[in-house]
């Protein structure tokens, strides 16, 4: 602060002093503050991080929720707020309280969200979502947002973490310190236009990037993208209003402006970028927004007229999809579109295996199992008895209690094990809990041999529970009783998906050429091919296909409601998709669920230039599952820590 003024402050508040006998503050003491404190407790319940490792087999989920993936001592709240440029604040948990407290300078007016994370190595146990129960997102949900803007610190009081990550906190409990998102049409700025991006010539915060001029990132400079902003007023539905049919007159309109976008890889008409031409997407879709203006009143949104960019009408309807090249090509039933025309395995032997629901104690319970054959009679020459393997599951924790990711099970052998089929087990099932000493579990440094020691041979103590069991029939109903003998995978040899009978192994064999089929890039946009994402832990064939909200083309990024703040020259939106991902447990799957989340703020530079902040990352899910945890750390951490880029979008 100026001294001048300082003194000048300190002289005044003397005469007054003398004349009225008092003076409260000086001018430096009464700046402006626009910091904003927030504060709460993480709830130390059984919902969050009560360790239990014989729950830990993804079987014991209605006895309470068991998160292996840390103490409170291992977390910390980090907050970041949306200002130019972005300001970012953490701060440790209590102990035994799990209480936080954490200031964000210049953060008044703007949005914030808030993340728990491992403080070690930064990954994001669970995500902050203010939830708005009086309003709907365009797939019909109850509104939730992880972004919120405060006129004042807050304090979020105690909170708790759901086995999914969800830190859930209704809006109206923090209602006297939000800001306002209700903006009318006039004011807000419509983003809408074909635009280009551009690198961010500012300081770019800590863990932010920009654009480059290099195709590899997928973000390259000069990238055409469409922003489609729709304006209209909030509509309530009345009991007659359906996704098929709603006028109208089939509910209320109000009186507060609502707004959605949507965005779209490519513009209008092709771009050359380079030696590239980026096709027309929009276009090639049909120039359709994807939803029809009932389905839309459905959702709360009443849209009078269809948006219009560069002279083009994006009309109400729904998208003309198309089959991409190379794909939908085999003989029915094997022509769906997701379906790569003439797949292969990736191994030519195919072991039948599968997921299948069982139910015990009035929990379900969700087992993999895989076809053996087993040398009955143990003559070591013929393996004549077919039996099914299966597994719900297990996890390793090093003597911390921490999850461990194991992936070297080939080199490494027990030093003993301990065998349980509790009452809590279904039948035909036992668990085995394994001690491992001085064992590498990754093997990224070769394993101690003949007594001589490896360096840097990242050796650890260990021990690992499975629960496992072997049974006559797929569906895990009648438990195997005779003599354990020899047994090894059985399988079939085929030269094509197509060919395996079983409905679940062709589809994966199939979904596991979905993305190496190509045309899911800019290259691909001159077809309006539907974006797929795949269930691998789905027990029904027609749940193997994700149905992960209102269906999309690969060049539609995203279509969903945006809120902008006061000024109307910032909005915010974001977008979640979820996804299954396999990973190996002792020769056993386990199924990960994903959330990604994708979250832009927009701000209005002019007329023709914005100053975009992304933040895309994952979570991971299944936080009572060590396996799944231990993976978040290791082969999933740069999913789950996501990135951050600042750039422009100049108008074209």
Known sequence: MNSNLWRTGTVLCAVAMTAFMGCSKTLEETAVDTSIKISGALSTGTSLYTQNQSTMRRIGIGSGINLAMASLSDLEVYAIAFTTPPVIATADLNDATGAFELTLPGAKGAFISLIFRDKTDYTTVGTVEFVDSSKTDLDGNTKSSTSIAFNDSVSLGSITMSSDGKVQIPVSTVQAATVSTSVSAAVAFDFSGSWTMGAYDGTLPTGYTTTTDSMENGMPNGMPITLIRMAGKAFTPGAGCTEGSCASTDGTIGTEDRFAISIWGGATTPVTLGTFTVPAAITACGDKLGFTAAQARAHGIHLESAPTINGLTIDFGAYTFQTKADFGGDPAPNNEPWMKTGATPRDPKVQNCGPVTITHNSVDYTAWYCESEMDSDDDGTVYETTVYTAG????????????????????????????????????????????????????????????????????????????????????????????????????????????????????????????????????????????????????????????????????????????YLPDGKTAIVEHKEHETRTIGDNGKNVFCQIERMTKLKISQISATKLLVDLQESSQMMDLDNAACVAAAKTEFQKDVKGEKVLFYLNKI
């Open 392 to 563: 719900l599951g297990g996890g390793c924790f090093d003597s911390a209690s921490k999850p461990v990711m194991v992936d070297n099970w080939s080199a490494i052998y027990p030093d003993n094990c301990v065998s349980n089929a509790g009452t809590d087990l279904p039948p035909g099932f036992k668990s085995d809990t394994c001690t491992y000493t001085n064992k590498d579990p990754d093997g990224s440094d070769g394993i101690s041999s003949g007594g001589t020691a490896v360096v840097n041979n990242p050796a650890m103590n260990f021990t690992c529970t499975h629960t496992f069991g072997i049974f006559t029939d797929s569906s895990l109903t009648t438990p195997y009783s005779g003599s354990f003998h020899q047994m090894r995978p059985k399988s079939t040899t085929y030269a094509t998906c197509a060919e395996i009978p079983d409905t679940l192994p062709r589809y994966r064999c199939y979904a596991e050429n979905y993305w190496s089929g190509g045309g899911d890039g800019p290259d691909g946009w001159a077809t309006c091919s539907k974006r797929y994402n795949f269930n691998w832990a789905a027990t029904d064939p027609a749940n193997f296909v994700m149905a992960d909200g209102r269906d999309k083309p690969d060049a539609a990024f995203l279509t969903e409601l945006i809120d």
